[in-house]
C-alpha cells in the first residue's frame, strides 16, 4: 500500500507523563485520559501507568517483525492526554503530527497556529488535518505551506466542501490524501459507507485515498484495502474500559498487530489484475484439466460435428475444451476411437480459429 504520501494505521492511546489535560475535554479532543482529574487511576499508580505505556511501545516496536518499522519519533498532543503515532503500509516509523489546540484566544492555551509551528519544529513526517478542522480553511492553507505530507480525514463532511478542500490545499502542496471517516464512536457497520472510497477515487484520481475507522475489530478496515485504501488510521488503547467513548472504538496493541498483518495479507492478495494460468496452478491443471475426446468412434475421412464431441479429463493431454468448437468442420486423419483424446496428430490442418 506504499503510497507518495503515507500509509498508516494511526495508533492512538492515553497519554502519560506530561502536563495534565483540562478538566473537561473540548469537542473533537479525542480520548480523555483515563487517569486525568482523579477519574481513575491506573492500577498501582504513576509506576504502572508507565509500565503500561512502556508495554505499548514495545508492542508497536514489534510490529517490526511484520515490516521495518520502528518506534522513533513517537510523540503527540499530551495535553488532551493522548498519544498519536503511525504504523503500517507505506510509512515505516512511528510518529505523526496532529494538530488539535485551542480554538479560543485565552493566551494560556495552545491555538492551532501555535500547534502547527511546533509539530513542524518537531520535523514531523507528516501533519494529521482531524475531521473537525478538515473544513478549517485558514488552518489548512497554514498547515499546507510548511510542504510536508498531509493525511486529512473527512468525518462530518460533505462531497461538496471536500472538492474545495481538495482546490485549497493541492496548488500549495501536492502531497496530501483524504480518508473516508465517520465520527462516531463506536461506528456501527451501516455508518462506514466504505464505497466513497471509490468515490473519492473517482473525485479525486491523483492523491491517495484512505480509511480512518472507528469501528470495533478490524474486518472493516481489512476490507477498506480491499477496495483501494492506501492509509489505514485507527485509534489504539491500552484498556477499552476506560472512561471516554473513544476507546471502546480503540484497538489493543494486539489487535492493531493483527490488523497489520491482515492488512500485509490483503495486499499480497491483490496481486495483478492480469488473468492467467499461473505456475502454481500447474499441478492441480495436470490432474484435473479436461481435453476434447471423442463422444464416438470416429472413422478416418469423417468431418467432425459438435454432437462428436465432448470434454473429459484424459490422457495424454489433447486440445483444450475452449478449442472444442474450432474442431467444428476439420477432417479426422485416423480413426479415433470412443473416449480418446483429440490430438492436432488426429486432426488435418488444423488452424486455430482468432476469436474478435
Known amino acids: 500500500m506504499g503510497t507518495s504520501c503515507c500509509g498508516a494505521a494511526r495508533a492512538r492511546a492515553t497519554a502519560g507523563p506530561g502536563p495534565a489535560p483540562p478538566h473537561r475535554n473540548r469537542r ?12 481513575r487511576a491506573p492500577p498501582g499508580g504513576k509506576a504502572n501507568q ?13 510490529l517490526g517483525g511484520l515490516g521495518p518499522i520502528s518506534a522513533k519519533g513517537l510523540m503527540g498532543s499530551r495535553q488532551r492526554g493522548q498519544r498519536k503515532g503511525v504504523v503500517g503500509p507505506g510509512t515505516r516509523r512511528l510518529g505523526c503530527g496532529s494538530a488539535r489546540g485551542s480554538r479560543g484566544a485565552d493566551s494560556g492555551r ?22 473537525g478542522d ?30 474545495q478542500v481538495y482546490q485549497i ?36 484520481p491523483d492523491i491517495p485515498i484512505g480509511y480512518s475507522g472507528h469501528e470495533t475489530g478490524i474486518a472493516i478496515s481489512v476490507a477498506a484495502v480491499a477496495l483501494g485504501a492506501k492509509v489505514v488510521e485507527r485509534h489504539v488503547t491500552l484498556d477499552k474500559t476506560w472512561k471516554g467513548s473513544d476507546h471502546q472504538a480503540s484497538l489493543e496493541p494486539k489487535e492493531l498487530a493483527e490488523l497489520v498483518k491482515a492488512i500485509r495479507t490483503v495486499e499480497r492478495a491483490m496481486g495483478s489484475p492480469i488473468k492467467q494460468l499461473l505456475p502454481c496452478e500447474m499441478a492441480c491443471n495436470e490432474k484435473l484439466g479436461k481435453s476434447v475426446v471423442a463422444k464416438v468412434t470416429i472413422p478416418e475421412g469423417t468431418v467432425l460435428t459438435l454432437d462428436m464431441l465432448t470434454v473429459k479429463v484424459g490422457e ?17 486423419k485416423t480413426t479415433i476411437e470412443e473416449d480418446e483424446t483429440i490430438t492436432e496428430q488426429a486432426v488435418e490442418n488444423h488452424v486455430k480459429k482468432v476469436k474478435c
Request: contains cysteine; glycine residues 6%.
Open 50 to 62: 508507565r509500565a503500561a505505556e512502556a508495554g505499548l511501545m514495545e508492542s508497536y516496536a514489534r
Open 134 to 163: 478538515t473544513n478549517n480553511f485558514p488552518y489548512l492553507e497554514k498547515t499546507a505551506k510548511k510542504g510536508r505530507p498531509m493525511v486529512i480525514s473527512s468525518g462530518m463532511q460533505s462531497m461538496n466542501t471536500m472538492h
Open 110 to 131: 495552545v491555538t492551532l497556529s501555535m500547534a502547527v509551528e511546533f509539530l513542524h519544529e518537531l520535523d514531523v513526517p507528516f501533519f494529521k488535518v482531524g475531521s
Open 316 to 332: 495424454p493431454k489433447g486440445f483444450a475444451p475452449e478449442a472444442i468448437f474450432d474442431l467444428v468442420g476439420q477432417k479426422a
Open 28 to 39: 473533537g479532543s479525542g480520548a480523555p485520559s483515563a487517569w486525568a482529574n482523579g477519574r
Open 169 to 204: 490545499v493541492k496548488p500549495i502542496n501536492p502531497n496530501f490524501c483524504f480518508l473516508q471517516c465517520t465520527s462516531a464512536y463506536p461506528l456501527q457497520p451501516e455508518d462506514v459507507n466504505l464505497r466513497v472510497i471509490s468515490a473519492y477515487q473517482s473525485a479525486f
